[in-house]
């Protein structure tokens, strides 16, 4: 969600309240609306697999780093003799949605999209929340050597 609203600076699901629905909808893959004008299309492909349910589908921590260096090794001006097809669609990408931004987002207010009440942006416990079908046999030792194969480490306490 902090994808889009740097692709955006629009919060998701700010139109409608954030309850047991919303929440619903998001476990059944509902996700706020983005269009290739707003941001590049590659941004908004590793965006949309970030939030894919299936973790297959998800990027690792490595691939988003790739990626993201991609990115800005595409549109940065240094190295532009080894800059290859890939790296300027990429460019092209992303001046086309800065573009877009300069002409549409910059010449209309965006405070004019109202906000539902409801929209709350701070952590929550719904009433329905035991409705959730949330596992209470997650393995964390299995996890936590996961991590560990990743050289990630977390402190405990």
Not at 44 to 71: A, G, V
Request: with cysteine.
């Amino acid at each position: 969600m902090i994808m889009y609203y740097v692709a955006t600076g629009r919060q998701p699901f700010a139109d409608c309240a954030h309850d047991y629905n919303l929440s619903t909808n998001i476990c059944k893959e509902i996700r706020p609306e983005i269009n290739e004008p707003e941001a590049p299309k590659c941004y908004i492909d590793l965006m949309k697999r970030c939030w894919s349910s299936n973790h297959d589908n998800r990027p690792n921590i490595t691939e988003i780093e790739e990626l993201i260096d991609l990115f800005i090794y595409s549109c940065s001006n240094r190295n532009y003799k080894k800059l290859k097809p890939k790296h300027y669609e990429i460019k092209k990408q992303f001046e086309e949605a800065e573009e877009f931004r300069r002409t549409h987002l910059l010449s209309t207010d965006i405070d004019q999209s109202t906000t539902h009440p409801q929209a709350i942006y701070t952590s929550q416990l719904h009433e329905r929340t035991k409705d959730f079908n949330i596992p209470d046999d997650i393995d964390f030792e299995s996890l936590a050597n996961n991590f560990e194969e990743l050289n990630i480490e977390f402190g405990t306490g």
